[in-house]
């Protein structure tokens, strides 16, 4: 998947579907699509996760493959 700037242990907050990262620098990029929709997040040490419309969507450094979701995984079930 495409690289997008991501440090390590982020902060991550949810707020009207939309989802927000930052770190002691500032404000961090997520993908556009997470601008709206987005009912769950996660974030690991260097990549983070989201769900929308019950698929999940995964970014950050990607250095071991943490990004890229296999397939039996990519539609995320509801939690309870």
């Not at 579907?17 to 997040?41: C, E, F, H, N, R």
């Not at 950050?60 to 397939?71: H, K, L, R, S, Y």
Request: with cysteine.
């Amino acid at each position: 998947g495409k690289q997008t700037r991501h440090t390590i242990c982020p902060a991550l907050a949810l707020k009207n579907g939309k989802v927000y990262a930052w770190d002691d620098s500032g404000m961090l990029p997520v993908p556009a699509s997470l601008d709206s929709g987005v009912d769950t997040i996660s974030a690991g040490y260097e990549h983070s996760f989201a769900r929308k419309n019950g698929r999940l969507i995964a970014w950050g450094t990607d250095i071991a493959g943490e990004t890229v979701i296999p397939e039996v995984a990519r539609t995320a079930p509801d939690v309870s």
